[in-house]
């Protein structure tokens, strides 16, 4: 979609190049990020409008300052129309395909802050985007525990995110089949909601739900797995006879998709061993899950975390029953790779 500027240009050209790149982008953090958003000032858009604007960037010079951006059309509805909550569409550079595989990614912030367009959403988005994938980072109802209205609505419209990419694959050009979830914090929480419980039964569930809101794979960071052993009490907003459904560690069974579950061992908001809990939990369901540890990493990261390296432990049970095994490290800390080889076993590339 535009092809790429040597670097080797004339000082001049570089000064003009620099100029525009510096113009394009609305926030440092942006630039940084290499997210080039593609609504027309002042306008908003509409998924309808996605070929139109798409088409606008044929044509146009990225630079070396700007190598391999990503695209992202912000603030698309996905609710009902009275709902303020949006989402964030992320398409990769180059040709246009039909059967890509997509992510949708949840925020975290503690179910009562946190934002689909903060650092760490932007960041995960972007890498993934740039990988291939199509993406789409969701706002969900924000609220306290003891707040009206917020659980299960969260997990509802977490699913609903699901749902809409489903519902448009079309139009995004993805495959239906091959959809993933993902999120940091209270968002791995909400990710592995949505991955291990039934879309219709299940918490935030939707029995008149015309399309599914079931996905392939998970990717869990650092969230919280179960809330008593957290300091936190019950589960906001279940009954006492509904706690039991609230908590990720007893929905897993041999039929759930693949789960990644990255944490750090510096986290100081979110016990490591809640994530130790979910992969023995995973296990004794033969539930084929990854548990990747990153030495000095702290809360709150993205696929760069600080840290001085990882372990990884890959559990799958082939046809057999058999449990087979799988442990590798990193001198790196960065998540990347291990990220990747795990979308592109579970959805493909």
């Known amino acids: 979609m535009g092809a790429g500027l040597d670097e080797l ?4 050209m570089r000064f003009l190049l620099l ?3 510096a113009t394009i982008f609305a926030a440092p953090d942006q630039a940084k990020l290499r997210i080039y958003d593609i609504a027309e000032a002042g306008k908003p858009a509409t998924l309808a409008d996605l070929p139109r604007l798409r088409e606008a960037q044929k044509g146009k010079m990225f630079s070396a300052v700007m190598p391999n951006p990503v695209f992202r059309l912000s603030d698309l509805t996905f609710l009902a129309a009275e709902r303020k909550e949006k989402l964030d569409l992320y398409l ?5 395909r039909q059967d890509r595989p997509a992510v949708v990614f949840i925020h975290g912030g503690g179910f009562t802050g946190g934002d689909k367009a903060e650092n760490r959403s932007a960041s995960v988005s972007a890498d993934l985007a740039r990988a291939g994938y199509v993406v789409v980072s969701c706002n969900y109802v924000l609220g306290a525990k003891t707040q009206e209205g917020v659980w ?3 997990i509802a419209d977490c699913r609903a995110a699901v749902r809409w990419v489903r519902a448009h694959a079309k139009e995004l ?5 091959k959809i993933a979830v993902a999120g940091g914090s209270a968002g791995g929480y909400l990710a592995l909601m949505v991955g291990l419980s039934d879309d219709k039964t299940g918490p ?3 029995l008149k739900a015309t399309v599914s809101a079931k996905v392939s794979a998970v990717i869990d960071m650092y969230g919280v797995v179960n809330f008593s052993k957290h300091g936190k009490g019950e589960v906001p907003g279940a009954s006492t006879a509904e706690q039991a459904a609230y908590l990720p560690e007893n929905q897993c069974d041999p039929l759930d998709p693949p789960v990644l579950i990255l944490h750090g061992t510096a986290d100081t908001t979110v016990d490591i061993q809640q994530s130790k809990d979910m992969a023995t939990a995973l296990a004794k369901a033969k539930a084929d899950h990854e548990l990747i540890i990153v030495a000095g990493a702290p809360h709150t990261f993205d696929l760069h975390p600080k840290g001085s390296g990882w372990t990884r432990t890959a559990l799958r049970w082939p046809a057999n029953g058999a449990e087979i095994r799988k442990e590798t490290t990193s001198a790196s800390a960065d998540l990347v790779e291990p990220t990747l080889a795990f979308l592109v076993r579970t959805i493909g590339k």
């Open 9 to 12: 240009q004339p000082a001049p």
């Open 19 to 21: 100029f525009a790149a």
């Open 92 to 96: 990769p550079n180059g040709p246009a």
């Open 152 to 154: 299960p609505q969260n």
């Open 173 to 177: 050009g993805v495959n239906p089949d």
């Open 204 to 206: 935030g569930g939707d």
